[in-house]
């Protein structure tokens, strides 16, 4: 009996619930037949946002309450929330894009290897992940017949797992910049931080009078904020004279097995975080400047933990260099300022300084000439007096 009461009770609230609604959208512009365009997808870097209008589901013969993730309709988690604060008012679902709640409402995950191509073409083997499913309708009509329209929305989001993150400010600890678009990107979660310590505890503060040359740079490219699902594996990292690498002098600090003879690979692909490092050196261009400023680039991907050790390079097998920059649209940058090495073991020379050590230079050039030059006038005379004395004594032995 209290089942049968319960029942009609809550067909009661759904009931009501659905009235409320539909005298909402009686006079709202979305009132209509549902539409592919019906629903937003925004693809974050941790949580899958969808959002569908509400009012062509009522329109349709349904509600909120019957809509569900891939026909989840026994679990409350694969329901949505209805909004009708906003305008139009909309139904919103969102869930983690780690495994567990993927798999939870039956949603689909799938992990795809392409050939790299633009920014990437040096690499034959780029994944991408593709998360989709379904929001569906339920009829809860009890009779043989329905006239209710199934509603069906499809949804996918398609993430790149390579990028290239730039670390361009090093007087400060890093940044990591937040971006979320519709293409699903996992920029947002990546950042890059030097350090002075082998235990990457103590920023690296870079004085305006630069780095002394051979001082060891510690550079950690991190993951935060991301499913662990994914390692953080790093392709490539190199200094460029400029902060976009495209019409710059560069040098490679490490593509692959090929790598700078001070550059030393610590972590790669085994965690959510990369180490290495490298000395502090300057480019040859700047030989006339008193601080040489670079800039520190690495070419990122995020791979699966079942397939990070299959992507890490055999070494010591070569594989391809690398190809000429160009755009892609799956490259994305991190940036901030430049790291500067200096002349010498002190402070910068001034131009002051600089004139006054070529002045001292030229003065005791010619000192050393005039040095030279009295020291050959002094054997000169001193041969000419011995040959002289020498054919004084022939004369009187002769006589």
């Known amino acids: 009996m209290w089942l049968v009461v319960l029942l009609c009770h809550f067909g009661l609230i759904l009931h009501c619930g659905a009235q409320t609604g539909l005298s909402v959208c009686s006079f709202d512009s979305t009132f209509r037949q549902p539409d592919n365009s019906d629903i937003t997808v925004t693809c974050g870097t941790e949580y899958m946002y969808l959002s569908i209008l509400l009012c062509p589901v009522y329109f349709g013969g349904y509600n909120e309450s019957l809509m569900a993730l891939n026909a989840k309709f026994q679990q409350s988690e694969c329901h949505g929330t209805a909004d009708w604060t906003v305008s139009p008012p909309v139904l919103k679902f969102n869930f983690s894009i780690n495994e567990n709640t993927i798999n939870f409402c039956a949603n689909t995950l799938e ?196 397939t990070c050790a299959s992507m890490i390079p055999s070494c010591p097998a070569r594989r391809r260099r690398e190809a000429p920059f160009a755009d892609s649209p799956d490259a994305t940058t991190v940036s901030a300022g430049p790291i500067k090495t200096r002349v010498d073991n002190g402070a910068p020379l001034t131009a002051e300084a600089q004139n006054s050590s070529v002045e001292t230079r030229s003065n005791s050039s010619l000192v050393g000439v005039a040095v030279a030059t009295g020291v050959l006038c002094v054997l000169c005379i001193a041969m000419a007096t011995f040959i002289g004395i020498l054919f004084k004594r022939r004369r009187i032995l002769i006589h």
């Open 111 to 306: 992990i795809t290897n392409e050939i790299g191509s633009g920014q990437f073409s040096d690499f034959s083997n780029i994944q991408f992940v593709n998360i989709s499913g379904l929001i569906n309708s339920w009829d809860p009509s009890t009779t043989t017949i329905t006239y209710r329209q199934e509603l069906m929305y499809k949804f996918s989001c398609r993430y790149p797992l390579q990028y290239v993150v730039n670390n361009t400010e090093v007087s400060v600890s890093g940044v990591s910049l937040a971006v979320k678009d519709n293409n699903g990107s996992f920029i947002s979660t990546l950042s890059m931080r030097l350090f002075t310590d082998e235990q990457y505890t103590q920023a690296l503060q870079i004085p305006e009078t630069g780095l002394q040359l051979k001082t060891r740079i510690f550079v950690q490219v991190k993951a935060t904020n991301l499913t662990n699902r994914f390692n953080v594996l790093l392709d490539r990292c190199y200094a460029t004279t400029s902060p976009i690498p495209s019409n710059s002098t560069s040098y490679d600090l490490f593509v692959g097995c090929n790598r700078d003879g001070q550059t030393v690979i610590e972590w790669n692909g085994v965690a959510q975080e990369a180490h290495f490092s490298f000395e502090a050196f300057r480019f040859v261009e700047h030989k006339n400047l008193s601080v040489s400023t670079f800039y520190l680039h690495c070419v990122t991907r995020l791979c699966e933990n079942s």
